[in-house]
């Protein structure tokens, strides 16, 4: 699983995905403040930063969950918009969200085909094809080479790579143009993360697909990503190729650039509960 055994994507690739001065908020609350990213064809690109940094907010905009104040969204050339998740998977947009969306009760291969279930009729009667999904799904899965004790165990009984295996694999079975993936990593165990890296490395190894990987751990995106976009508080403050800088530099700029901020919030704080203790000195005041 080495970047080197990977090609850089043509910088003659053609644009696939062009997010342009996207503003959001909710409310009182600043999601989001003129970001703007692109996405080349095969290309992997991660969104990392801070929790509340906005990396959700911004792809729930381009799977049509929420909609932009401002800004406007060009895919494969043309400016769309997407009013429901349903329409933006309609054009080849697939998003594995940070709660995923399996169905706990029901076995994985009716997990892989909800909501396109094969049927078959049976003396005029409609009923699903449940021989048929279970094959097909035991041998995608293979394809992946994802293991599972067996399609017919219902989801809840499988690990939590296990499960992020089978919803990212559902997500990639009608192939899509773009996979976005919210943090597929979170709760996983060394293992099980290095499952799931090693599935998003064999289809960028393909470039066929499109991914953004929203994840926390700088040393995974240095694995098996092309390019980083570095989001925080709702802007994008770095847009680097992975062979351009480091995981030092990455560092670095959350020190440097973050520090300064942090410090001057934090001496805010203290100075008003100086104030506040003030007065009640004599007394234990924690
Ligand atoms: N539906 C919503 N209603 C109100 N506020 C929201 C909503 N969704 C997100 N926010 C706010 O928008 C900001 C950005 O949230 P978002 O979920 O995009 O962050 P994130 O970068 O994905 O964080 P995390 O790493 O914790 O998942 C946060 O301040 C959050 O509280
Ligand atoms: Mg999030």
């Known amino acids: 699983m080495n970047e080197k055994d990977i090609p850089a994507v043509s910088p003659a690739a053609p644009v696939i995905l062009e997010m342009n001065h996207i503003s959001k908020s909710f409310g009182a609350v600043t999601a989001l403040v003129d970001v703007s990213i692109k996405l080349r064809k095969g290309e992997v690109l991660a969104l990392v930063g801070d929790n509340g940094a906005g990396k959700s907010t911004l792809i729930k905009i381009l799977s ?3 909609q932009p104040d401002t800004g406007t969204i060009v895919y494969q050339g043309k400016e769309v918009h997407f009013d429901s998740p349903r329409e933006a998977r309609a054009h080849g947009i697939e998003t594995v969200y940070q709660d995923l969306a399996l169905i706990n009760h029901l076995s994985v291969y009716h997990n892989m ?3 396109r279930e094969y049927h078959k009729r049976v003396l005029g009667l409609k009923l699903l094809d449940n021989r048929k999904m279970r094959t097909l799904a035991k041998t995608y899965l293979e394809t992946l080479g994802i293991e599972i004790p ?16 089978v919803a990212v694999a559902r997500s990639i079975y009608s192939s899509p143009s773009i996979l976005v993936l919210d943090e597929p990593l979170a709760a996983l165990g060394v293992r099980e993360s290095a499952h799931v890296l090693g599935l998003i490395q064999n289809l960028r ?3 066929s697909v499109s991914i953004i990987l929203i994840v926390h751990n700088y040393n995974q995106v240095f694995e098996v990503c092309d ?16 062979s351009a800088t480091s995981e030092e530099e990455l560092i670095r700029i959350v020190k440097g650039g973050l520090g300064r901020e942090a410090i001057a919030a934090a001496a805010a704080e203290v100075s008003t509960v100086t104030k506040w203790s003030e007065p009640s000195q004599g007394g234990a005041s924690a």
């Open 64 to 66: 049509g969950f929420h």
């Open 150 to 165: 067996s399609v017919n165990s219902t989801v809840e009984l499988l690990s939590g790579g296990q499960r992020q295996s």
């Open 227 to 242: 390019r980083i976009n570095f989001l925080h508080s709702g802007e994008i403050v770095l847009d680097a190729s992975t």
């Open 113 to 115: 085909f909800v909501g």
């Open 205 to 207: 190894r393909q470039r």
